[in-house]
């Protein structure tokens, strides 16, 4: 009789042991937030990043060629992204294949883990790798009146023509610039790493020598663009790899 109830005491004992690790609640994940960039799952290009900015149950972003927008539900571990939208531009094949299977990746995805300081978002059609966004350095930016130098258009640079153009990013989200033949005027913003340009109206005329050198202006500012700050040098670069130099007015 002490034999059986020694061996049903060691019996339960094993048992409760065998299940602590079992019985001990699991690590929350933190949910996903903050502006990222996608590194692996997708092939993309430089010029034509994918991004992915979080806010809440809101997620939005540049997919290669068009921004998108739509709703994330998190659950544990578990990730939905519905109520999916974009634009219709269009850019080239390779682009648009890249853009595609990044939304189609997104839209079945199911789990997401993190690997570092990376976000992984797991799916049957592919795990996109994410790395977390620099914000723009706003500080040494807003409130500084820049003078173009430089037009870059994929690997050439060319100086600028024209009257000084000039650009200025006020503190209380206003632009003010010039392209050298008009006046531009707008607000700004900043998500995803780059600062988004939601309006932007010109006035005045160009000349035809300039009408480049104001369509490239334009094309820069109008849309989002990445900024880098380096000593008294600014560059805007644009999707597809224009940009533009400034150098801060002494």
């Excluded at 023509?161 to 913003?189: I, V």
């Excluded at 094309?219 to 880098?228: K, P, Q, S």
């Amino acid at each position: 009789m002490r034999k059986t109830v020694a061996l049903l005491v060691f019996v339960l004992f094993a048992a409760a042991c065998g299940d602590g690790d079992a019985a001990r609640p699991t690590a929350e994940l933190p949910r996903p937030e903050g502006d990222w960039q996608l590194v692996d799952g997708v092939s993309t290009s430089a010029d034509f990043p994918i991004t992915m900015s979080i806010t809440g149950t809101e997620v939005s972003g540049r997919a290669a060629c068009n921004s998108y927008s739509g709703t994330l539900v998190v659950n544990g571990s578990a990730v939905e992204f519905g109520e999916m939208g974009w634009t219709e531009m269009a850019c080239e094949p390779a682009v648009m294949a890249a853009e595609s299977a990044f939304l189609s990746a997104l839209e079945s995805a199911q789990t997401f883990e993190y690997s570092g300081d990376r976000l992984v978002v797991q799916g049957e059609g592919a795990d996109l790798t994410f790395d977390p966004v620099a914000p723009v350095p706003t500080a040494g930016l807003l409130d500084t009146t820049w003078i173009l130098e430089t037009l870059i258009e994929g690997e050439t640079a060319t100086t600028v023509g024209g009257e000084p153009a000039g650009l200025l990013l006020a503190a209380d989200g206003t632009l003010t610039a010039s392209t050298g033949c008009r006046a531009l005027t707008g607000r700004w913003l900043e998500g995803g790493g780059v600062i988004i340009v939601p309006e932007l109206a010109a006035d005045g005329e160009c000349p035809d020598e300039l009408w480049k050198q104001d369509s490239l202006v334009v094309t820069v500012i109008g849309d989002e663009f990445r900024a880098e700050i380096d000593g008294d040098l600014l560059t805007l670069s644009s999707m597809g790899g224009d940009g533009l130099v400034f150098r801060a007015e002494s």
